[in-house]
């Protein structure tokens, strides 16, 4: 191959270098309307009412709007369930829900406007962690007439074998409870949009992953036409999954029609903190396992803490629960996952979705039982690990890949033998985890008669590399260069329908319809060039170069295109679909595409007087079929398993008593920075080309987020001899843990 | 509209620049707003992130929260000003060779502080390369990319003609 396998630069790294890339904030229309939010001051309360005589005296702001200047009832949006309003309408949920939106002609005069806008308000009690919701006397989230009792939003359960039976021939079961803390994306990029009428509907331009999602949600809020409704999809400066599902657009697009003009609503990253965050969790869970370490049953209980509005909230719990058994054979499983609203800031898709809580969970778990049992943590898993072809979910596709051999090669890459300096441990995990089920990929090629190539898109790029390895896929299929190859992406109006860019499945579900619709291509060339009798009728024909030929005769594409359409005219285009497959009545609406698994082998070092633990030494490996980008996915396994140090070390959400966020802020609020990461750091890809996508490609995006708290979890554990079952192993949580030991 | 307008005078890319900005303006607001110069990225607006960092007079600064009257007689250098005559800085090519560019949302800022690093040190070790870039979050890359394009720049650059590709 050419170009698939190789690692090709970024298509758009130059623009990036150059600072000429352009992001949704960097936007100016021209009349635009700038817009700032002011936010509810607690977790829960009224509103009584909202002053904005202030606001309206500084010069340039040209309205405040409230709920009572929306349509009634409140416009609701949500791509799961339709419950949040564009503002708070007489009630807020959560610390940071906008209640007011300032409109004036300049950003500072928005800004200042929103500073001097006074909420009088009411306090009502806050639900801020999974005890205070499921309290008999809780104060509802959603307190509708005729809604639920209950802030439960909804329970999945699942269950195979017999858990009661397995129970008397268990040698060992390790009950534990373990949290997973609330989590930010922390994307660098705030968010930002901006939103105008156009041809009696509204054109959205915003950073967003899955902009078709975006455009129903939309339509749906605004009662508007899906053809009405126009998304273009800004680079994004960082997604993670806050950027996937609707945040502030259905309000600008409101307010755009609303106003007639342009209105562009910015935010500060402070103000991500209150846009959306992961759902934290707390999860029971029972395994048991016989006296050679393999596992005989397993009970999970996952409380999944959403906010105060659903977003991707149930979706999330209900495909986390799905994948409890991990990677491995368990043959009697009883779980039930429960999604709960609470009044916090609305919890929406982050990098792996809702599996890094179970995974920590039943990682750990298999840490506790390799110590017990006396059996090493690799070779315990690798006596549970499902083989390639083995069934792992009932009813689903099989293990797609020799697992063991990512397994082996992490601890091999770590040193897993080597014998371990004082103070030090070594830890290993796995994760996995399944793409969209049953989703739908649209491709369009262009071939233009001087040999280049337009491919439109719905993938969304926001780092991760998809213009470059999409290109490349379609360089490779028409051996056509990567530099006459252009990429349009992202915009509803131009490109062909995608369902989103999130976990993991560009490569292999857009992937592969890029593919089908470069051999849509070929097959057109292949029957022009056959109706004008240049090629013979029965042969096949080869592509490459921009020249067709069937051995004996070489044509260009200019040829063909010149003598077919006439000259100057034309261009071939060429459809590709991808549909994954659909199961009536399937818990999750149809098949996984493929398993994305990883592994993690880490090394840390505990600092006894401090509780600091180093991590010295980390390995990332993945089970990815085939690389497009070796490099590209090397550095998705770095990006992800450095944002899951940052979880296992040092980062969490903290709320008050009253719902008010304390730390919602990059000075309080800790993420990794170049003094947190393993001072040695290796990656490593498994190539068997066995996965779903083009060249037997499996995807990798959320990678190490799934797992890599979960290894330093074991590798702190190893050093100290203490099991740390809540998120995140902060120094003084190690110290006191050490302390206590001792006294 | 706030405040006293005041002269500025100062050297921005190389060339000299005056502009009248509002006393109270920060830098990245008057580079952005102003000036046109989108290139330098707003996120945190306190001082955290380092996705805003310029150079003046050769040390970084978070222009988030430096006052643009600051800079008055100073040297600037924001990102547009890197690439000399179209030609990229060998750190830009560095960064671009090493996949050290994600979203790019850090860029910017990630670039001018290696530029300050490597201006006052031509071969630093790990370690004085993640204190340099301690002030600098990035959320993509988990860091290793980066630190392998500095290093890279930093060969690049003491090398006397360029190092060829991989």
Not at chain 1, 100 to 113: P, Q, R, S, T, Y
Not at chain 1, 258 to 282: C, H, M, N, W, Y
Not at chain 1, 496 to 520: E, L
Not at chain 1, 572 to 599: C, M, N, Q, T
């Amino acid at each position: 191959m050419d170009v698939v396998g190789k690692s090709v630069l970024r298509g758009d790294a130059y623009k990036k270098v150059v600072g000429t890339h352009e992001f949704a904030i960097d936007g100016r229309v021209p009349g635009m309307l700038w817009a700032r939010l002011v936010r509810a001051p607690t977790g829960h309360g009224r509103i009584v009412s909202v002053d904005a005589s202030e606001a309206l005296a500084v010069p340039g702001v040209v309205s405040v709007i409230t709920a009572a200047d929306l349509p009634k009832p409140m416009p609701l949006y949500g791509s799961v369930v339709a419950d949040q309003p564009l503002l708070a309408d007489g009630t807020y949920r959560y610390h940071g829900e906008p209640v007011a939106v300032v409109l004036a002609d300049n950003d500072e005069a928005a800004l200042i406007g929103a500073a001097r806008t006074r909420i009088a308000y009411e306090e009502l009690p806050a639900v801020v962690t999974v005890a205070d919701a499921l309290a008999h006397d809780a104060a509802l989230v959603h307190d509708t007439e005729g809604g639920p009792r209950s802030n439960v939003h909804k329970a999945y359960n699942y269950a195979w074998g017999d858990v009661g039976s397995a129970e008397a021939q268990c040698h060992k079961i390790f009950e534990n409870t373990y949290t997973f803390p609330m989590i930010h994306h922390f994307a660098l990029e705030p968010f930002s949009v901006i939103a105008w009428p156009e041809s009696g509907g509204v054109q959205i331009k915003s950073p967003v992953q899955h902009p078709f999602l975006l455009r129903r949600v939309v339509a749906e809020c605004l009662k508007l036409e899906l053809s009405k409704v126009r998304v273009v999809a800004t680079s994004i400066g960082g997604g993670f999954g806050s950027k996937g599902y609707a945040k502030y657009e259905p309000l600008a697009a409101c307010l755009a029609l609303q106003t007639g003009r342009p209105v562009k609503i910015s935010t500060s990253l402070d103000e991500a903190f209150v846009t959306a965050r992961r759902l934290s969790a707390t999860v029971r869970m029972r395994t048991g396992f016989d006296r050679d370490g393999r596992i005989l049953l397993q009970q999970v209980e996952a409380d999944y803490l959403m906010g105060a509005y659903a977003d991707a909230g149930p979706r999330i719990t209900q495909k986390a629960a799905y994948v409890s058994c991990g990677p491995y054979r368990i043959p009697n499983l009883r779980t039930v996952a429960r999604a709960i609203y609470s009044n916090t800031t609305p919890s929406t898709a982050a990098r792996g979705f809702g599996m890094p809580p179970l995974n920590f969970a039943l990682e750990t778990q298999m840490q506790m039982a390799a110590r017990d049992l006396g059996i090493d943590p690799v070779e315990i898993r690798l006596r549970n690990l499902v083989r390639k072809g083995e069934q792992l979910v009932p009813g689903d596709i099989p293990a797609d890949g020799e697992w063991s051999e990512g397994l082996r090669r992490a601890a091999d890459m770590l040193g897993w033998d080597e014998p371990l300096p004082p103070g030090t441990g070594r830890g290993i995990s796995i994760g996995i985890k399944n793409p969209i089920p049953g989703s739908v990929s649209n491709a369009l090629v262009k071939l233009h008669a001087d040999n280049s190539l337009t491919v439109a898109v719905g993938t969304s790029e926001m780092g991760q590399g998809a213009c470059t390895v999409l290109a490349q896929i379609a360089a490779e299929e028409l051996g056509i260069p990567m530099d006459r190859i252009t990429m349009i992406m992202g915009d509803t109006a131009a490109v062909p329908f995608d369902v989103a860019t999130a976990g993991s499945r560009s490569t292999v579900t857009m992937g592969n319809a890029v593919q089908s619709a470069c051999k849509d291509v070929i097959k057109q060339l292949e029957d022009m060039a056959k109706e004008l009798g240049l090629i013979a009728a029965d042969e096949t024909v080869q592509i490459k170069g921009g020249m067709v030929s069937d051995g004996q005769n070489s044509l260009s594409f200019n040829d063909i295109f010149t003598r077919y359409f006439s000259k100057t005219q034309g261009e071939v285009v060429g459809r590709g679909l991808y549909k994954g497959e659909v199961v009536a009545g399937h818990p999750l609406g149809g098949l996984s595409d493929f398993w994305e698994v990883i592994f993690i082998a880490v090394k840390a070092r505990v600092d006894p007087a401090t509780g600091k633990v180093r991590i010295t030494k980390m390995i990332n490996v993945s089970d990815i079929g085939k690389a497009i980008n070796p490099l590209h996915c090397k550095s998705q396994e770095e990006g992800g398993a450095m944002m899951g140090l940052g979880h296992a070390l040092m980062e969490q959400m903290l709320y008050d008593e009253k719902g008010r966020l304390r730390n919602g802020s990059p000075l309080d609020y800790r993420i990794p920075t170049t003094m947190d990461i393993p001072w040695e750091m290796d990656s490593s890809l498994v190539e068997n080309q066995d996965g779903a996508g083009p060249f037997g490609a499996k995807g990798i995006g959320e990678s190490g987020a799934i797992t890599a708290a979960a290894a330093i979890a074991a590798a702190v554990a190893d050093a100290t001899g203490v099991f740390f079952k809540d998120l995140p192993i902060t120094s003084e949580r190690v110290w006191a843990a050490l302390s206590a030991d001792k006294a | 509209m706030m405040s006293d307008t005041i002269e500025l005078q100062f050297t921005l890319n190389g060339l000299p620049k005056t502009i009248a900005v509002r006393s109270s303006a920060m830098l990245a607001e008057v580079l952005r707003d102003d000036l046109g110069l989108l290139g330098t990225k707003i996120s945190c607006n306190e001082g955290e992130c380092g996705a805003c960092t310029v150079l003046i007079d050769g040390r970084t600064a978070n222009s988030c929260i430096v006052l643009a009257a600051e800079v008055d007689g100073c040297e600037v250098l924001t990102i547009e000003g890197l690439a000399a005559g179209g030609e990229l800085h060998p750190i830009q090519t560095a960064f671009i060779e090493e996949g050290a560019v994600h979203c790019g949302y850090c860029t910017p800022g990630m670039i001018l502080s290696t530029k300050a690093l490597l201006d006052r040190n031509h071969d630093p070790d790990s370690a004085e390369v993640r204190k340099a870039l301690e002030g600098n979050l990035c959320r993509c890359t988990g860091y290793n990319r980066i630190l392998k394009a500095v290093s890279r720049a930093a060969g690049k650059l003491r090398a006397p003609s360029p190092v060829a590709g991989e």
